[in-house]
């Protein structure tokens, strides 16, 4: 697949977003070849100890960073804070660091992904207990039985941020510090750089949210769908460098975050239709049917509550939202490609 680009857009200031159809014929010339064909271009190019990098990557350690030791005490939104972070990160590295494959950079992302992958399970059920308090606001009445099923599920996520916060302890964090503290004092990598990286994730990632989401057409499959999440967050990440690079606030991070939140929430409720089936099975081998019975009937809400979000995703059409997210890039979408 060819990419095409606008001009310099991608490294000074994108122009008025254009539809697919306004977009100029498909260029030969790299994504680097048009920003060094600016004045200063050459000079930033051949800069390999670029501090703009650099200093990005350092604003970025020091947010998480920050988050950590409220964390530490179980602040819910220290959790967030901290697990998104590490993502943006994670996501970063490879785009701004000299060496993208050398030790300390591969170290470090394998050191933030066990971060993110320790306050994960605690904040899943942050949500999923959310997201059933507003299935229990929504009654006229709750029943004994719900109550206890909510009463389970507050009890998992407190046992859940014990377990976060031993796992955090055990991790290696003055090894990831140190590692992005020298990726920082090496310097980063030149803003041409970045963006000619930035553009070849962009291809990848789009294609296969693209294909991904023609191949599920109209079928729900929760566990798809939150694998093309993923991508679409890691989209959305990575534009935010590119943005942050040029100290260029555009408008190609809100397809991405769009589609990330439709397929959310869907994941969010077939893990917890999950954790009912789970209760489900559990209280009928204690012989308590009844609380079964009341647990299979909380799984079958969250299913029906998945496929109504499943058809409002649907309806925002999922592959218009790629294309879209590519057109605020000056990028063509893969259909107009083939």
């Not at 972070?85 to 994670?90: K, P, S």
């Not at 023609?214 to 769908?225: F, K, N, Q």
């Not at 099975?281 to 079958?300: S, W």
């Amino acid at each position: 697949m060819q990419v095409r680009y606008i001009g310099a857009a991608m490294f000074r200031a994108l122009p008025r977003t254009r539809e697919p159809s306004e977009l100029p014929e498909r260029r030969s010339t790299s994504i680097v070849a048009s920003v060094t064909s600016q004045p200063g271009g050459p000079q930033l190019a051949t800069n390999g100890r670029n501090r703009l990098a650099a200093s990005l990557l350092k604003r970025k350690a020091s947010t998480l960073f920050r988050h950590f030791p409220s964390a530490l005490t179980g602040d819910e939104e220290a959790i967030h804070q901290l697990r998104v972070w590490g993502r943006r990160l994670r996501v970063a590295l490879p785009l701004l660091v000299a060496k993208p494959d050398g030790r300390r950079a591969t170290r470090a992302r394998r050191l933030l992904r066990e971060l993110t992958q320790a306050a994960g399970s605690s904040r899943d059920l942050d949500v999923l207990l959310e997201s059933y308090d507003e299935r229990l606001t929504a009654l006229p009445a709750r029943s004994a039985d719900q109550n206890l099923l909510r009463r389970r599920l507050a009890s998992a996520r407190r046992r859940s941020r014990a377990r976060m916060v031993e796992n955090l302890l055990d991790l290696e964090i003055s090894r990831l510090r140190g590692d992005l503290a020298g990726l920082i004092a090496r310097g980063g990598t030149p803003p041409a750089i970045v963006c000619e990286r930035f553009a070849a994730l962009s291809e990848r990632e789009s294609r296969c949210l693209h294909d991904g989401f023609t191949m599920l057409g109209t079928r729900l499959d929760a566990r798809e769908l939150h694998a093309l999440r993923r991508r679409a967050r890691r989209l959305r990440y990575a534009t935010e460098v590119c943005d942050q690079i040029r100290s260029f606030e555009s408008s190609a991070t809100k397809p991405w975050k769009s589609l990330q939140d439709l397929v959310g929430v869907i994941h969010d409720h077939h893990v917890l239709a999950e954790w009912f089936d789970r209760q489900a099975q559990n209280d009928r081998k204690r012989g308590k049917d009844a609380l079964a019975a009341t647990a299979d009937e909380e799984a079958a809400w969250a299913r029906t509550a998945m496929r109504r979000l499943h058809e409002e995703l649907l309806a925002a059409d999922p592959i218009a939202i790629v294309a879209r997210g590519l057109a605020a890039l000056g990028q063509a979408s893969p259909a107009q490609l083939e």
